[in-house]
């Protein structure tokens, strides 16, 4: 026989216990989990709390951002674990009435499995095999709804987990509570930092402030978040000063560390309301560094990245010169580019210059310094903090630029502002370059100052170019975006040439201080101007007529522009030539000469120049002619002298042949005396060789100097209009005729048969032929000479019946003088 499942109804008693059970489950375990929760929530809290309050205490620093953020979403999260696992899960849990049955059984042993029995069977997990077994499981059931009825279900519950969480998460509660109300800035702190997330939340008695101060002028320069650009290799000072109405600390602690360095820490004072300062001298490396001091700390540290300062890399002159000069290389409108070597450049005045640099990053602001003398000035332009004035004021990032003059103690006088047109050339676009166009003026303070004051009254902008003083010294200073200026200001020097006047070479060619009134006065010479002549001619004054220089033209005028002159009317006449006949002068009257040039200056006016005065005396003719006569007699003299040492050098060359004889005779004698008077005669041969050659040339020398005199003599007589065929053929042919003979031939073979005598005396040969040919050669020389002095000599009779026929005409003239006054004084006292 099978056996059959029997499902025996469960009475409604049980079932609502267990129900009853059921909620009272899920009651004790969201009261649990909301205490656990609580207890968490507290501990996370404190945790948080003391570690933030250590940690501050410890480093004078709030705890990192990043870790109070991770530490928000943690707690977060962990609450929202904590929130579905201790609650959420169990909660939402089935509770069968099966296990619901097993642990109140399990509570209440003494139901004797009846209830488990009960519920199965409603259940149907009993199988049964008749009546019997139907009855017996429904008394089962019906004995355990009635035993159940007497049973308390809250005993099922373990109430010491739920007391324990309740009381902790109230004493943890009720400690959070008290801490808001104890201590309320404590808990803001705590809610500005972990809920907030505010950087700073600590309160603190002392806030310092760092910045850096470089030089010149002790400018100041703040961190911009944190960070510092410091020119490389300049000394970096830093200053640490208490902030405004927070507490001053004892000392400061500095801890740095230089890149690729290992850390180092200092403590710094500072006395009285001093800021504390630290100097890093030339630094080269990246540092970066953190101060502490009082409750002040910082979580980053300060950095200090050094890079290069702007320096000038290349300055070049694009210069126009001025016309007039012919410096410029195409059109007058074409420019020469100059690069600047050195720190100096000379340019002729009014060149028109636009002055160039390169430079090695960016630029923000170019700052000129200018001193010329006692004047200042001061040109910046660029996208400066402070350069603009009332009402002036540029907009963010446009460019501004100023001219300002300034006193010796550096205070402004002046000051205008450029136009905006011209400013937004001056820097180059990538702003790694600026031009400045100036022209260079002589007088270029006064005029510069002139255009400052202009534009800053309003009544003229400034102009373009700018005049620039000449000889000025130059000061750049440049600056770039991070405020670092260059650590030395380049220094030039522009010197301006100015425009001197030419410069005259000239002098007389063939003429003396005494001339007649038919005279032709050759001046010859050499006119020379930095930029070119426009004009060359004579001027003259004579006495007794206007005191204002009287011009004459040239015959041939120079070129205009031309930089070089020779006075000269032809090739074969290299003089130009004055002629006084059309002048009609009196005798005794002077004459007052000179050379005048001019130049094509065009800016300033020409400069006009003037040679040195010659000044002449007009004379009659034979005046004139005794007057070259005393000259003539001096030269004769000079002439004589030469004559005489010739003759004594034939003398000493006829002597040393009888010494040279006597040698020769003792040249095949051994004996210690003979060789000894051999030596003594060889040494004086050789001294005669040596005393000759330097005899001849001197003697050479002076004829030529006497040869010139008298060709000076014979230009003096023709040019004065005094020259006779007679004189002219005995000085041409019979006195210059044959110096130049003499000086062609006669010398230069006395001069060769002396040398050979010599190197025969060096070279231990009997000297005996060269000195006959000396001799033979000296013969000649004084034979020519001889009659050149004969010449000059006839001269003298010549001169001295001119000097007689003198004589008797001032005789006369004193007589016929002596005469009129005599008859004078009968008159007068025939009239008496």
């Not at 760092?210 to 703040?222: F, I, L, S, W």
């Not at 676009?429 to 022209?439: K, T």
């Not at 130049?740 to 009997?766: C, I, M, S, W, Y």
Request: charged share 25%; glycine share 6%; hydrophobic share 45%.
């Amino acid at each position: 026989m099978s056996a059959s499942h029997t499902v025996v109804e469960l009475p409604p008693d049980v079932d609502q216990a267990l129900k009853r059970l059921r909620s009272q489950i899920r009651r004790y375990v969201c009261s649990e989990g909301l205490a656990l929760v609580a207890v968490l929530l507290g501990l996370l809290f404190w945790g948080s709390f003391l570690a933030d309050a250590a940690y501050f205490q410890l480093s004078r620093l709030e705890l990192p951002r990043w870790l109070r953020a991770a530490f928000l979403i943690g707690t977060v999260g962990l609450l929202a674990a904590a929130v579905t696992v201790q609650i959420l899960f169990r909660v939402l849990t089935a509770f069968r009435r099966r296990a619901l049955a097993l642990v109140i059984e399990r509570r209440f042993p003494e139901l004797g499995d009846g209830l488990i029995t009960a519920v199965e069977a409603a259940e149907g997990g009993f199988a049964t095999d008749g009546p019997f077994e139907q009855a017996l499981l429904q008394r089962t059931t019906a004995e355990a709804a009635r035993r159940l009825e007497r049973l308390d279900l809250t005993t099922v519950f373990d109430p010491q987990p739920l007391r324990r969480a309740v009381v902790v998460a109230t004493v943890l509660l009720v400690s959070i509570l008290g801490l808001a109300v104890v201590d309320s800035s404590g808990m803001e702190r705590w809610l500005s930092g972990y809920l907030a997330l505010r950087p700073t939340y600590w309160p603190r008695e002392t806030t310092l402030v760092v910045y850096a101060v470089t030089q010149p002028g002790e400018k100041r320069r703040d961190f911009r978040d944190g960070w510092y650009r410091h020119p490389r290799g300049g000394d970096l000072e830093l200053r640490i000063e208490a902030a405004e109405g927070t507490r001053k600390p004892e000392r400061v602690r500095l801890d740095y560390r230089l890149a690729g360095g290992s850390r180092k820490r200092i403590y710094l004072t500072a006395l009285g309301d001093q800021p504390f300062v630290h100097v890093f001298p030339a630094l080269l490396d990246d540092v970066e560094f953190r101060v502490t001091g009082g409750d002040f700390a910082v979580a980053e540290p300060w950095r200090v990245e050094v890079v290069d300062p702007p320096r000038t890399e290349a300055v070049t002159l694009s210069v126009r010169y001025p016309n007039y000069t012919g410096l410029n290389s195409g059109p007058d409108t074409a420019r020469t580019t100059l690069p600047m070597i050195g720190t100096q450049m000379s340019l002729p005045m009014g060149t028109d210059v636009e002055f160039s640099a390169q430079t090695n990053k960016p630029l923000s602001v170019v700052r000129l310094d200018i001193d010329a003398g006692s004047d200042r000035f001061e040109i910046e332009f660029g996208q400066p903090v402070g350069l603009a004035i009332a009402g002036s004021k540029p907009a963010p990032g446009a460019l501004a630029g100023w001219v300002t003059v300034r006193s010796q103690d550096g205070a402004a006088l002046l000051r205008a502002a450029w136009p905006a047109a011209s400013v937004g050339t001056l820097l180059q676009q990538d702003r790694r370059g600026f031009r400045l166009p100036f022209v260079l003026r002589p007088n270029g303070a006064a005029e510069l100052t002139e255009a400052v004051a202009a534009a800053a009254a309003r009544q003229a902008p400034l102009p373009v170019p700018l005049p620039w003083p000449a000889d000025g010294r130059l000061r750049i200073h440049l600056e770039d975006h991070d405020g670092i200026g260059s650590p030395e200001p380049l220094m030039l020097t522009l010197n301006g040439i100015v425009d001197q006047p030419p410069t005259i070479e000239v002098e007389l060619k063939g003429i003396g201080a005494a001339i007649t009134r038919q005279a032709r006065i050759p001046v010859a010479g050499l006119i020379r101007d930095d930029y070119g002549i426009v004009q060359v001619r004579f001027d003259y004054v004579v006495s007794d007529g206007p005191t204002d220089w009287q011009p004459r033209e040239l015959a041939s005028p120079p070129q205009a522009g031309a930089r070089e002159f020779h006075l000269a009317r032809s090739e074969s006449e290299p003089y130009e030539r004055f002629d006084v006949l059309p002048l009609d002068l009196q005798l005794k009257q002077k004459l007052t000469l000179s050379v005048a040039a001019v130049d094509g200056d065009t800016l300033d006016g020409a400069n006009e120049q003037r040679s040195q005065k010659f000044v002449f005396t007009v004379v009659p003719v034979e005046e004139l002619l005794s007057l070259l006569y005393a000259k003539e007699l001096n030269l004769r003299k000079r002439f004589e002298q030469i004559l005489t040492e010739l003759k004594d050098l034939r003398s000493d060359l006829e002597l040393h042949a009888g010494k040279a004889d006597e040698a020769r005779g003792l040249s095949g004698k051994n004996d210690s005396s003979a060789v000894e008077a051999r030596k003594q005669l060889e040494l004086a041969i050789a001294t005669c060789a040596e005393r000759s050659l330097l005899a001849i040339r001197k003697s050479a020398s002076e004829t030529t100097a006497i040869a010139v005199a008298f060709a000076d003599i014979r230009d003096e007589l023709v040019n004065n209009a005094a020259e006779t065929p007679q004189n002219m053929d005995r000085l041409e042919t019979k006195i210059l005729g044959e110096l130049a003979r003499a000086e062609g031939e006669d010398f230069p073979a006395v001069d060769a048969a002396l040398g050979l005598f010599a190197l025969r005396t060096d070279k231990g040969q009997d000297p005996r032929p060269a000195i006959g040919q000396s001799r033979d050669a000296l013969d000649t020389l004084i034979a020519r000479l001889e009659r050149v002095l004969l010449e000059m000599r006839k001269l003298e009779t010549f001169h001295e019946a001119l000097e007689l026929l003198k004589s008797i005409i001032s005789a006369q003239d004193e007589l016929s003088e002596e005469t009129k006054r005599q008859r004078k004084e009968k008159a007068l006292r025939a009239l008496e």
